[in-house]
Structures are given as structure tokens and as C-alpha cells.
């Protein structure tokens, strides 16, 4: 046959199939149902003729597997592909839409839809009951509120066109999920003739030349410019411009670190310490969904606030109105380059004297910062042993490993002791729970060479689908260690009631309502009966063996389970 031939003969499935390849898509992380068989029928021809197709993963849960592949697009910076069952599949999907969502993840997510044809002539009609149960009438809005696009395709014919502006609107930014129903009988069709012509995304946006100019004038000038960002490390070759500019000015950097953004043991990484905003006279905001808490230390209300953002008004977040003065639509990883070459032009002998008096200030400053983060991290208070078990940790973990970060109300300890290098470490920032565990595994895809570890409280853990998430990630070939900060509680649900209710009932009867997680399941015999194991965890000096022994199970393609034993929440 040749090969026109060949491509006249495909079906719209194995074009699908053809088609993610040739877009670079490397997984398909899917759950198959009776709507499946024409997509699993091409992957087998895929395997048994050798053509090009992506790898399908088995996830046995939905949440899982987007969850992978936003973890994969973490760490590869390529859009993935996921594919579910119909309605019931596309609801399971759940919380891991909302993460997805908030970090612009550009994954393409295909689902069936039940077949429109009862008349045997037709390949792929209904065949089973479930066919009418499963029909709803508007199956895309489940993803509507959560996804750039959702298109169904109507034909055979027209897939592979769709297929292609699937992943050039996922791709353009600000990027996004897209959503494809696929009717089984459109599946069972003849494709187009001939893959369909690729749709490139645009180049990433760069900066306004006169706004950027004006920014860096504001910051030449500013007597105590604070830089907050969050996600600048997305493109782990931001970081270097970002700490070019806040070298030379001497200014200290808030580093929210959805991702690493910034060195955390750089003298200018001011951490989490909102406190360096509240004599602020001049704040940049770069790549930030949530620069600071009004209610918590913020900058003064005369401080002129700067903004460099792919998507800076944030029109998803119905009421987000930072005060931003000047705001510029720019890739940080093009634009900060820029600023950097802005902020050289303006060098003049006293602005350079300036810059340096200011940076050894600011070191100096936070350098007290880091020893308070130093003693805690030696503290016999009970209050400070997840600084000290996330301080023995870092001592052991590989310079390679990457920390999957969902630790909620000891996020703050993870931050002042868990160092990593950029493109070395995540967080959603969007805690749809359970997302560190089950995105471990699209991670190990990624980078199968690095260790891969999910720091998460005991409560995130059993949102995260366990057992799924485990079982998936080895049969994949992609195990990780998870860390559990088990504090034996959702302490996040309990510290609210405290705070809005002092001396109220359940703050003077010691009882917080449903947020105690006794009895304690045990996390190690779970990872046991899907085939990790693990070790749990009492004292800090106990932490060298278990992550050694967890990170040997790795090796062998077993997940590890650390259950770190702290104080009750
Ligand atoms: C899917 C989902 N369900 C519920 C919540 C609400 N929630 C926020 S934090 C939290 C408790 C988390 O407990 P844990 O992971 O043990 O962390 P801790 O609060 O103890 O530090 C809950 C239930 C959520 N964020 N996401
Ligand atoms: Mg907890």
C-alpha cells in the first residue's frame, strides 16, 4: 500500500492517534470506556505497524490522570493529552480542572460522548443501555468554567483539523485547557486524507518598549522597590534576568514559589516575608495570581505597583483589583532580559551608589531573616518540628530531586527550608487537594532521571486518589516518593474556626468540628497492598534511612510513602 493510500484507509481514531504524535504530545493519559474502542484499536495497530503514536498511560482515577499531565507539563513545558469516559470520565476529572485552570496548563482533554446512531449500518452506533444513560445535553459545560474551548467533532473528517486548533488555542497564551468530545461513530469515519496542517501558537508576547522603559525609570528612582513574583520560574530561564535585576538594584524579592522563582538562599530572596512590602515605595508583581493579602502586610497605599504578566487583568478571577498603577502583557522569561538592558541604560554614577548602599542594606536585613529560619529549624518547640523534619530532609534529598509541594498549613516550613534549583520544584498555588501525589507521576515521565518526591500534609494525601495514583505510577514505569507532614488533622479547616470564632464553643471546648483525621489510617500498609511501601517517621534523625530506603524502591519502579509523625494540628 502506499502511503496515500495508507492515509486514505485511516480512520478518524488512528489519525487522532497520528495527529498527537506529530503535535509532540508524549502521553495519553487516559481511562477507556465503551467509548474508547476505536482509540485503543489504533494505539494496537500504532504498536503492531510502529507508526508514530503517544505513549498511553492507564490511570485509574481522572484526577489522576490530568493531574499527570499538568505535572508532565510542569516539568516538559509540553501540552499532553488526556482522555476520559463521556460525562461520568469528564466529572471525575474534578478539582484537578480548577489546578489545571489556574496554572495555564495547555492540556488537551478528548472524550467520548455516546453515539447519536441506533441503525446496525452505522459503525460505532449504540450497542448497550449505558448509551442512553450516559447522553447529556450539554456534556462540555461540566469543563466550561474551567477550559479555554470545547468543541465535539462532528464527522470523521473534520477531527484532525480540530485536533490541530485543540492544542494552537491550549498552546497560545495565556494557555489553557481545551476540551474534545469525540462520538464514537465520528471516530469509526474516514479521516480527512492526509494529516491536517499544523496551527502553530503564537510566539510568547513581549513587552511594550515604552511601558517596560517606564518601569525601569520607577525602579531606578525608588528609594524601596520590593519584586513579588510566584511563577516567573515556569521558564526556568527567567530566573537568571530576574536575579539580574534585583542584583542590581539591591532589591529584596518576595518569591510566593508556585514555582522556584528565585534562589531561596540568594541574600535578596525575602521568602514568604510579606513584611518587606509594608514600606514599599515601589512593588513590581511578576507572574503572580495572589501578590499579597490586604489584610496581612501589604504594601503602603501611596506605593506605586508595577505589573509584568502574560495575563495581568486576570479576567477569570471575577474580582481581582490589585492596585496596579502601570501593567504590561509580556512572558517574563522575554521581557525581564529586556528590563535588565533598560535598568544598564539608566546606570549613572549615583543611581550605581545608590543600588549598592541599598543591596547591602537589604542583606543585611534579610540576613536576620535567614537565621530566624535557621533556628527554627534547631527548635525544640512543638511548633517548629515540621522546620525541623523539612530541615533533615533537605540535608538528604538528592541535588536532583524534584519536590512536588502541597504541604498547606506547613507550606511556610516547606518554604524556609526545602532549597531547590529552578525547574526543581512545584506547587499549584490553587489547592484543588490531592494534586502533588497524582501529578508525581506525569513529573517521573518527564524527567524519569530525577527523583521525584510529593511533600504533602496527611489530608492532601487521601484527596490525592492514593491508590490510583500509586498503582498508575508504577505500571507506568514512573514511581515517587511521597513525604506525608501528618499532623493527624486538616488543620486549615480548624484554624479558621479559631480565628473567626474566639472563645467561641469550639475554641473554649478544645473541638473543632470533623477536622481530626483519627483514627489514623496507616499510609504505609495503603502503598503496601498497591505494591510501595514506605516507612513512618518519629524523629528528624530517623529521616536519612527512610528516604534512603524509599528512594531504592524508586529505583526498583516501587512508590515510597514517608509518613512523618508531628505534633496533632
Ligand atoms: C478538593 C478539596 N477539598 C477540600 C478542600 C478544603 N481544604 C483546604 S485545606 C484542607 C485540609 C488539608 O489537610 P492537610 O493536607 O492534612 O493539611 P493541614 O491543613 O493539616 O496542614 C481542606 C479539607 C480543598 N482545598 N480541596
Ligand atoms: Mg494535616
Redesign the pocket.
Known amino acids: 500500500m502506499t502511503s496515500t493510500e495508507a492515509s486514505r484507509a485511516m480512520d478518524a481514531a488512528a489519525e487522532l492517534i497520528r495527529t498527537l504524535a506529530d503535535e509532540g504530545v508524549q502521553h495519553l493519559f487516559i481511562n477507556p470506556g465503551t467509548d474508547t474502542a476505536p482509540v485503543q484499536e489504533a494505539l494496537a495497530a500504532a504498536r503492531k505497524d510502529e507508526t508514530p503514536s503517544p505513549r498511553a498511560v492507564l490511570c485509574t482515577h481522572e484526577f489522576v490522570a490530568l493531574s499527570a499531565a499538568m505535572g508532565h507539563y510542569f516539568a516538559s513545558g509540553t501540552p499532553q493529552a488526556v482522555m476520559v469516559h463521556v460525562d461520568a470520565g469528564t466529572l471525575n476529572l474534578?478539582?484537578a480542572l480548577h489546578n489545571a485552570q489556574r496554572n495555564r496548563v495547555p492540556a488537551v482533554i478528548f472524550a467520548g460522548r455516546s453515539p447519536y446512531a441506533t441503525s446496525p449500518g452505522i459503525p460505532g452506533h449504540r450497542d448497550t443501555y449505558i448509551h442512553w444513560q450516559q447522553e447529556q445535553l450539554d456534556q462540555q459545560a461540566v469543563v466550561r468554567a474551567f477550559g479555554k474551548w470545547t468543541m465535539e467533532v462532528p464527522r470523521g473528517r473534520d477531527l484532525g483539523l480540530i485536533v490541530r486548533r485543540a492544542y494552537q488555542v491550549a498552546r497560545a497564551d495565556p494557555r489553557g485547557l481545551a476540551y474534545v468530545m469525540l462520538p464514537r461513530e465520528a471516530l469509526m469515519e474516514p479521516a480527512g486524507g492526509g494529516l491536517a496542517r499544523r496551527l502553530p501558537p503564537p510566539r510568547p508576547a513581549a513587552a511594550d518598549p515604552a511601558g517596560l522603559a517606564e518601569v525601569a525609570r520607577y525602579l531606578a528612582d525608588a528609594d524601596r522597590p520590593v519584586i513579588v513574583t510566584s511563577r516567573t520560574g515556569a521558564r526556568p530561564a527567567a530566573v537568571a534576568p530576574l536575579v539580574e535585576v534585583a542584583e542590581m538594584l539591591g532589591c529584596p524579592v518576595l518569591d510566593h514559589r508556585d514555582r522556584l522563582s528565585f534562589p531561596p538562599r540568594h541574600p535578596l530572596c525575602a521568602g514568604e516575608a510579606g513584611e518587606v512590602l509594608t514600606d514599599a515605595d515601589v512593588v513590581l508583581i511578576l507572574d503572580t495570581e495572589v501578590p499579597w493579602i490586604p489584610v496581612q502586610p501589604a504594601p503602603p497605599p501611596d506605593a506605586t505597583v508595577l505589573q509584568i504578566d502574560i495575563d495581568p487583568v486576570k479576567a477569570s478571577m471575577p474580582t481581582w483589583a490589585y492596585p496596579v498603577d502601570l501593567s504590561l502583557t509580556a512572558d517574563t522569561a522575554v521581557a525581564l532580559p529586556m528590563l535588565a538592558d533598560e535598568l544598564r541604560r539608566l546606570i549613572t554614577p549615583a543611581r550605581a551608589e545608590r543600588w549598592t548602599a541599598r543591596r547591602e542594606q537589604v542583606t543585611a536585613r534579610l540576613a536576620d531573616l535567614r537565621r530566624s529560619w535557621a533556628a527554627l529549624a534547631r527548635s525544640a518547640e512543638p511548633a517548629a518540628a515540621p522546620d525541623v523534619m523539612l530541615h533533615a530532609l533537605n540535608r538528604v534529598l538528592p541535588p536532583d530531586a524534584i519536590v512536588l509541594e502541597?504541604?498547606?498549613?506547613?507550606?511556610p516550613a516547606v518554604l524556609r527550608q526545602i532549597v531547590r534549583e529552578p525547574g526543581g520544584y512545584y506547587a499549584t498555588g490553587s489547592?484543588?487537594?490531592?494534586w502533588a501525589v497524582a501529578g508525581a507521576m506525569g513529573v517521573k515521565l518527564a524527567r524519569p532521571r530525577a527523583p521525584v518526591i510529593a511533600i504533602?500534609?496527611?489530608?492532601?494525601?487521601?484527596?490525592s486518589v492514593p491508590t490510583a495514583a500509586i498503582w498508575s505510577a508504577q505500571r507506568a514505569g514512573a514511581p515517587f516518593v511521597a513525604v506525608i507532614?501528618?499532623?493527624?488533622?486538616?488543620?486549615?479547616?480548624?484554624?479558621p474556626v479559631q480565628r473567626l470564632y474566639p472563645g467561641g464553643a469550639a475554641d473554649t471546648e478544645g473541638s473543632f468540628p470533623e477536622?481530626d483525621?483519627t483514627p489514623a489510617p496507616s499510609h504505609v500498609d495503603l502503598a503496601r497492598a498497591y505494591g510501595g511501601d514506605g516507612r513512618v517517621v518519629r524523629s528528624p534523625g530517623e529521616l536519612p534511612a527512610a528516604l534512603e530506603y524509599c528512594l531504592g524502591l524508586e529505583a526498583d519502579g516501587r512508590c515510597g510513602v514517608i509518613d512523618i509523625q508531628l505534633p496533632p494540628?
Open positions: 474534578g478539582g502541597e504541604a498547606v498549613t506547613n507550606r489547592p484543588a487537594l490531592g504533602c500534609g496527611d489530608g492532601a494525601f487521601s484527596f507532614l501528618n499532623n493527624h488533622a486538616y488543620r486549615a479547616s480548624k484554624l477536622t483525621l494540628g
